[in-house]
T-cell receptor
Framework: GQNIDQPTEMTATEGAIVQINCTYQ??????LFWYQQHAGEAPTFLSY??LDGLEEKGRFSSFLSRSKGYSYLLLKELQMKDSASYLC??????????WGAGTKLIIKP | TAGITQAPTSQILAAGRSMTLRCTQD?????MYWYRQDLGLGLRLIHY???????GKGEVPDGYSVSRANTDDFPLTLASAVPSQTSVYFC???????????FGEGSRLTVL
């Protein structure tokens, strides 16, 4: 079967760094996405990885290892507004997205 | 730019009634999607359309139907609502360099 695993909830401190992991088992791989979703709002695109390695975009970075079926999202210099759910999604062999259940990130002052 | 507009924002519906959720995009994207989001579960694909005039079934299509008469509009219809269809529904289209999804603001549907 196809599966995306990510932690249900994480807590971090304002100004710190947090890493949200995502592991996947899918039939085929055509890229991995990270989205941010604030409570009661729509998901918004953060990053896309299709090749192994690190993609950096401001305070956010995303890493991919296709051989390990593993990705992480790294958030630096955490701000209170980063409190949100972070969704990992893999584009499978049929080019449709398979979604993880999301990681709720709680930022404490 | 409006992006994707969904309506209604929220609705309470009696079981057995029909309902159409509207979705309109102004980005001229070919592909559009309907997802439902339930607590503790990932987004689940209901139906999709790769281009105007074509539609396909996603992971959870039963009880739902869609049409794609033109590029901009992609309505989702529940013919006879059941309580298990209580959910938040998101319409999306895909574009950009990586084909990322752009989401509407969601429609919260409660079926009693």
């Amino acid at each position: 079967g196809q599966n995306i695993d990510q932690p249900t909830e994480m807590t971090a401190t304002e100004g710190a760094i947090v890493q949200i992991n995502c592991t996947y088992q899918t039939s085929g791989f055509n890229g991995l996405f990270w989205y941010q979703q604030h409570a009661g709002e729509a998901p918004t695109f953060l990053s896309y990885n299709v090749l192994d390695g690190l993609e950096e975009k401001g305070r956010f970075s995303s890493f991919l290892s296709r051989s390990k079926g593993y990705s992480y999202l790294l958030l630096k210099e955490l701000q209170m507004k980063d409190s949100a759910s972070y969704l990992c999604a893999v584009k499978g062999s049929n080019y449709q997205l398979i979604w993880g259940a999301g990681t709720k990130l709680i930022i404490k002052p | 730019t409006a992006g994707i507009t969904q309506a209604p924002t929220s609705q309470i519906l009696a079981a057995g009634r029909s309902m159409t959720l509207r979705c309109t995009q102004d980005m001229r994207h070919n592909a559009m999607y309907w997802y439902r989001q339930d607590l503790g579960l990932g987004l689940r694909l209901i139906h999709y359309s790769n281009t105007a005039g074509t539609t396909g079934k996603g992971e959870v299509p039963d009880g739902y139907s869609v049409s794609r008469a033109n590029t901009d509009d992609f309505p989702l219809t529940l013919a006879s609502a059941v309580p298990s269809q209580t959910s938040v529904y998101f319409c999306a289209s895909s574009g950009g360099d990586s084909g990322e999804l752009f989401f509407g603001e969601g429609s919260r549907l409660t079926v009693l």
